[in-house]
């Protein structure tokens, strides 16, 4: 539920996930057998995001599906604060997250523990807090993607987040490949209206132009 129709904001039922109902065919909620990326460029990964997809993980689904667009288009800001300290600053038009993360584990930068409760607006208006760890199943120069696991048995989420709000359809498609490989199959949230419409535009394009040209020769 968002914001939108003057309920509870997007991101704070999302992402904190600690008041959602479990779905009947059980919500994924062990991530002890998840791997995190083993070999990351920190620097690389800081700074803005758009957060394009947000998988729901629910074991009753086959393959990750579509089941709603929302066109909020979150921004994600990632920085990070000594060596060990990362800041995920998560913006929405309903208000802002901040989000403080530590890596406890020595060469395993993609495993990461929240520290302390949410700060920012949406979490002055609502008493919600997330408490889990954050895994970096992907980090690559144009995505990526993090999974969030609550200590608490409420649902798993990941989020796809993009440099650019849209995002060839190859590579969304090769995102939920992935998750489906590792058991996280669930429901897709289009956060972005359009967002893999790119490579299908072009797509389109290019059929239309061997049309033309295929009906051209043949006169």
């Not at 957060?51 to 579509?66: D, P, Q």
Request: hydrophobic fraction near 40%.
């Amino acid at each position: 539920m968002a914001l939108w129709n003057g309920q509870v904001a997007f991101s704070v039922m999302l992402l904190i996930g600690l008041q959602a109902t479990a779905f009947s065919g059980g919500s994924i909620t062990d991530c002890s057998r998840l791997d995190s990326q083993r070999s990351l460029n920190m620097d690389q990964l800081m700074g803005r995001w758009f957060a394009v997809e947000v998988v729901e993980h629910n074991r009753s689904v086959e393959h990750n599906t579509i089941s709603t667009v929302i066109n909020l288009c979150p921004t994600l800001q990632l920085t990070r604060e000594g060596n060990s300290t990362i800041r995920l600053h998560w913006n929405e038009s309903a208000g802002e997250l901040v989000y403080k993360f530590r890596q406890p584990k020595a060469g395993h930068p993609g495993f990461w523990v929240s520290v302390g409760s949410q700060k920012g607006s949406l979490a002055e208006r609502h008493d919600v807090s997330f408490s889990g760890t954050v895994l970096v199943m992907k980090a690559v120069s144009s995505h990526t993607v993090l999974t969030f696991c609550p200590r608490s048995q409420h649902k798993v989420y990941t989020v796809l987040m993009s440099r650019k709000r849209r995002l060839p359809y190859d590579e969304m498609r090769g995102v939920n490949n992935m998750l489906k490989r590792r058991g996280l199959d669930g429901l897709v949230k289009e956060m972005c209206k359009g967002a893999a419409a790119s490579n299908r535009g072009r797509l389109a394009a290019v059929a239309l132009l061997l049309v033309l040209q295929f009906v051209s020769g043949w006169h």
